[in-house]
Every structure is written in C-alpha cells, then in structure tokens.
C-alpha cells in the first residue's frame, strides 16, 4: 500500500539496523528516501536497495555532528529531491562507561552525535517545513532516555534531551502543520546489541513481558505511523517500542 507516495523522506544513520529498516519500509510504503551515513559509500548501500524496489533514492556521507557539513548536505538534498516531507534523525553511537571512568570526549561524542545533529538536522529543514506548511520530524530516542542505565550516562542524557527537544519543536512547528514525535526503542537486535554477553541477555529477557528482543522492523513500522495518515493527529509524543519493557 502507497501510503507515502511521491514524499520525500530523509533518514540519518541509514546505513544498517534501525535506519536502514525505516528507509526500506517508507521505500515499499511509496517516499522517495535520501539515505545519509557517515560515508557515503555506505549510504549508497541501502539507496541501492531502495531503486531495486523502483523507488527514487539518493545517498550522502555526513558528520550530524558538524554543522557545516549539514547545512552543505541540506541544499544538496532540497536541490535534487525538490522537497523534503520527512526527516527521521536515527544515527546514534554509543560510548559506555561508569561515570568515574568517562572521560570529557566520551561525553561529547555521543552528545554531539545523538543530540546535536538532531537538532542541526532539524534546523536545517525549518525553512522548507514551515513555509510548506506540512512535515513529519521522527526523533529515534530510546528506553534508556526513560529510565536512565548505569555505564549510559552519557547515551541516556542524549536520548532524554532529545525528547525534551521533540516536544519543544512539536509545540514551535504545530501551527504549520509540522509534527514531532520520538519513538523510544527496547532493546533490539542490531550491530549495537549484537556484542551483549548471553547472561546479560538472558537478564534482560527476564525483564520484558513479551519475552524477546525486538527487531528493527518493529521500529519501521512505528516511524509508518507516524510518517503516514494514521499519525496526522499525532505530535510531541515518545511511542515506546520495547515488549513491555517500560510501563
């Protein structure tokens, strides 16, 4: 079903796991998607997969965290794609530590990462959604944004500020027709969990009612919704994607 049709989508960190599952579920849903990694090499990854499915796509390399570098890659986008109708900020990293052991670069990179190119990415679309009067901002934050993790204070600061920030644009851009919604992960299977050892694995398990770890998918099709018609009415909210995790 066409439920994106002819819109543009633009997804950072699309290069793998989470990214790369939303870029290709709006693909089959009908956008159009502008794939953004930290190469460009393998963004064009995924924008490969993407013509395959007879959709249009383009790929750029950039560091969210590096202002110019965004605000370059933005005309570049809105130059070959014409507009921009969705923007999911995804990329993220992670740098765990104990807080004693973090050191000032742990802290800055993953903030500067997570938190800053969201808002340097959404900063550099504002014009082009305000004066189009219509757009859907997807923030992907996470479960530990909620509930905060020992050895994440760096990561959980990151995701909670990005949902404060979520709802301060969703107040700012509503008058516009703009939506801003987050969507806060569990625990899913990516390059990022990949590396758990299995007793930390079997003692998350424990913790999730559905009794399993997530899939990027199930993250794909919560940024559908709100993306597509059903999340019109939807803005300034965090949709938990965890099996029960956080209630």
Do not use: H
Request: glycine share 12%.
């Amino acid at each position: 079903m066409s439920t994106l049709a002819s819109q543009v989508a633009v997804v950072s960190g699309a290069s793998r796991g989470i990214g790369r599952a939303i870029a290709l579920k709006f693909a089959a849903a009908g956008a159009n998607v502008v794939c953004l990694a930290r190469t460009a090499e393998n963004a064009e990854k995924t924008a490969a997969e993407i013509r395959a499915l007879g959709r249009q796509a383009w790929s750029f390399g950039v560091d969210v965290a590096d202002p110019g570098a965004i605000n370059a890659v933005a005309e570049q986008i809105l130059a070959a794609a014409g507009k921009v109708d969705i923007l999911v900020n995804n990329a993220g990293v992670t740098k765990d530590t104990l807080l004693m052991r973090m050191t000032e670069a742990d802290w800055d990179t993953v903030l500067n990462t997570n938190l800053r190119g969201a808002f340097l990415f959404t900063k550099a679309f504002t014009r082009a959604f305000l004066k189009q009067r219509s757009g859907r901002i997807i923030n992907i934050s996470s479960v530990i944004g909620l509930i905060g993790n020992a050895g994440q204070c760096n990561y959980a600061a990151s995701k909670a500020g990005l949902i404060g920030f979520t709802k301060s644009v969703a107040k700012e851009f509503g008058s516009r027709g703009v939506t801003c919604n987050a969507i806060a992960p569990g625990f899913i299977e990516t390059d990022m969990t990949a590396g758990l050892d299995e007793k930390l694995k079997e003692g998350l398990l424990r913790n999730i009612p559905l009794g399993t770890l997530g899939q990027p998918d199930d993250i794909a099709e919560a940024a559908l919704y709100l993306a597509g018609p059903g999340g019109r009415y939807v803005t300034g909210q965090v949709l938990t994607v965890d099996g029960g995790m956080v209630m």
